[in-house]
């Protein structure tokens, strides 16, 4: 058993380094490495390769949730590009993109005010169909344009579309109880 702990992920998977990923080759991977690594196989050995044993099985879940999660499998690309996303200091958005957003964050606010379940998942649905054309779009700058500076505040976007899908299920949530 020997995991090199210093390959990226997309090397420790055996994926090719790109946005769009085979999530089920993913998940198989995940699933090898696991049987591989898990503390529970070495038991039986000494304490340091239980420790070892400890950090390959850490390596390879770090690695499976950073992977499987558009977002952060973007922002890990960006890191490994060298670009940082600078995405606590840099906030500055474009006009249009805010103005968007404070449309889509009163209609939630009203349709939250006036418990309009259907109106809120309404806009869920359109919102869902929003992200993935900018993880399209973002997939493009990364795999296809190598524009890892735009994909850096397409990523910029998509948390604040997160977010707002986080608000709108929130609100859902709400309602329903």
Do not use: C
Not at 22 to 43: F, I, M, N, S
Not at 91 to 115: N, Y
Not at 146 to 156: K, L, P, W
Not at 159 to 170: H, R, Y
């Amino acid at each position: 058993m020997s995991i090199d702990l210093t390959q990226d992920f997309f090397a420790l998977f055996g994926l090719p380094r790109r946005f769009k990923l085979d999530e089920t080759a993913l998940e198989q991977a995940w699933h090898g490495l696991q049987a591989q690594v898990h503390p529970d196989r070495h038991a039986h050995l000494s304490d340091l390769e239980k420790r070892l044993s400890m950090q390959w099985a850490t390596r390879v879940n770090e690695g499976f949730r950073t992977l499987r999660k558009p977002l952060a499998r973007a922002q890990y690309l960006l890191e490994l590009a060298g670009v940082d996303t600078a995405l606590e200091t840099n906030t500055a958005m474009s006009p249009a993109f805010l103005m968007e957003q404070m449309e889509w964050r009163e209609a939630v606010e009203e349709a939250r005010a006036a418990a309009e379940i259907s109106e809120l998942e309404d806009l869920h649905r359109r919102l869902l169909a929003h992200a993935r054309e900018v993880r399209a779009q973002l997939a493009q700058q990364l795999d296809d344009d190598h524009d890892f500076e735009g994909a850096a505040d397409t990523v910029r976007r998509l948390m604040f579309i997160d977010k707002l899908q986080q608000e709108i299920d929130e609100a859902l949530i709400a309602l329903e109880n």
